[in-house]
């Protein structure tokens, strides 16, 4: 079987500037640095090949909390650098699925530890942070591998290429003889798309705000709906002001159905610290607005990490609806708890790695549990990966991508190749564009100018 083993690399980091305001959790995006990774490997066949991973450094996501924001940023930008010099010194050779598994199980923790002792306890980076470090990484190797195969990556993960079950992955003999390819989707052209509706986002044309400032982008969700025709909204609420996340639901609840949005998700970051807060809430929508709660098909993240850590019930709060982890769900190794306590799903994401959200979603579907594909507002190289893991992962349900609200003009090089995945048309991104071996990028094709890199090997 066709194995790769690391031969180069280079680290480049491009920097965002939103163009609208993006308010999530506590925090407020404003800009970005995207980690873009080439990774060069020698293939057992003969050979050198070269794949690309990108993801947004998102501290504002993955390491929320009172240290300055400049000083996490920087501190991403750090580790993303010590990532590289140790892949530099990997001599393994292997399918990307198990150099990236081994990688995550018994480099990047020690790595992590080693990292924070030499800094102060209030400034120590917590794993998921560490996890959107290495996931540039592990993207380019796994589109590396795909170019040395001379095939999709999502072709890649069969027995054909894989030497090594999934029993080997999880220890657990349920998945003797099967593989991620058993449990990923074939693909499809067009996704369905859930929207962002964010805390500072002005929801109808009576609101005053900045429009004036954002020229060519719609000013409301309004807008939005009837541009992109618009069937599914994710709600940012803050988990803390009651009457606020009510209020805030039902506005967009009533301006977007009438319009045609037909499902809505809440996502509150992890903000609510006790289960009655939320209970209280469905209890609210039911009482007050008989039906609504049919419509509402997920709460993404609802509780603080402590919660599940504890091993809390909540099953009186899932009752109501279908629970969903994303920022406490490292990996598949939380999923049994998870489903023990009363959540009936999982977020994956390419920002915790393409190795992670592939044997979390195999992990998941076989045990039952629902997916969703979730957005790291994702632009440029980033989007694409993203889009082929929910066309893999969710597509019936589909995926949640919105950066071409807040940062469209970040991905107009990308955009020229990619139409289809820059823009939603009908409610939905077009995929037919992808094609080719590894992530199908067209890399070759996208006039993208780097910068300089901040660190090679």
């Not at 990774?39 to 990108?54: A, D, K, L, P």
Request: proline content about 6%; glycine content about 10%; overall charge negative.
């Amino acid at each position: 079987m066709l194995r790769i083993c690391p031969e180069a690399l280079a680290l480049y980091f491009i920097d965002v500037q939103a163009e609208v305001p993006f308010r999530f959790g506590g925090e407020t995006l404003e800009r970005v640095t995207c980690a873009r990774v080439m990774f060069e490997v020698q293939s057992s066949s003969g050979g050198v090949f070269r794949g690309w991973g990108e993801s947004p450094l998102s501290a504002q996501w993955a390491w929320p909390g009172n240290v300055p924001l400049s000083q996490r940023e920087v501190a991403l930008r750090e580790f993303c650098c010590e990532i590289l010099d140790a892949w530099s010194g990997c001599r393994d050779s292997g399918h990307p699925l198990e150099l990236g598994h081994s990688f995550l199980r018994e480099t990047l923790p020690g790595l992590l530890a080693s990292f924070n002792s030499r800094r102060n306890t209030e400034s120590r980076m917590p794993y998921l942070a560490a996890l959107i470090c290495c996931a540039p990484f592990d993207m380019a190797l796994h589109d590396a591998y795909g170019h040395a195969a001379g095939k999709p990556i999502y072709d890649c993960y069969s027995s054909a290429d894989m030497s090594r079950d999934l029993e080997y992955h999880f220890n657990d003999p349920n998945f003797k003889g099967l593989y991620p390819a058993d449990f990923l989707s074939r693909g499809a052209v067009k996704i369905p798309v859930w929207h962002a509706v964010g805390g500072l986002d002005e929801l109808s044309g009576g609101e005053q705000g900045s429009a004036e400032l954002r020229p060519g982008i719609p000013a409301t969700l309004e807008q939005w709906i009837l541009k992109d025709g618009l069937c599914r909204l994710k709600i940012k609420l803050g988990g803390s002001d009651f009457e606020r996340d009510f209020g805030r639901f039902i506005e967009v609840a009533d301006i977007s159905m009438p319009l045609g949005v037909e499902m809505l998700g809440v996502d509150f970051n992890g903000m609510v610290t006790d289960p009655k807060y939320l209970e209280q809430f469905f209890e609210r929508i039911d009482r007050d607005r008989p039906g609504l709660l049919d419509s509402l098909r997920f709460v993404e993240e609802p509780f603080a990490p402590q919660l599940l850590e504890s091993g809390e019930d909540i099953s009186s709060v899932a009752k109501w609806g279908s629970l969903f982890l994303d920022e406490s769900a490292h990996d598949w190794r939380v999923l049994p708890k998870a489903g023990r306590t009363g959540y009936s799903g999982i977020a994956v994401k390419t920002c915790k790695t393409q190795t992670e959200a592939v044997l979390t979603a195999s992990w998941a579907r076989h045990y039952g549990m629902d997916i969703l594909t979730q957005d790291l507002t994702n632009p440029m190289l980033a989007q694409i990966s993203h889009v082929q893991l929910g066309a893999h992962a969710s597509p019936e349900i589909g995926i949640e991508t919105n950066s071409m609200q807040f940062y469209p003009r970040a991905s107009a090089e990308e955009a020229r190749v990619h139409p289809g995945l820059y823009r939603r048309v009908d409610g939905s991104v077009d995929l037919s564009t992808i094609n080719g071996p590894g992530f199908g990028y067209r890399i070759e094709e996208i006039d993208r100018r780097l910068p300089e890199p901040a660190r090679t090997s």
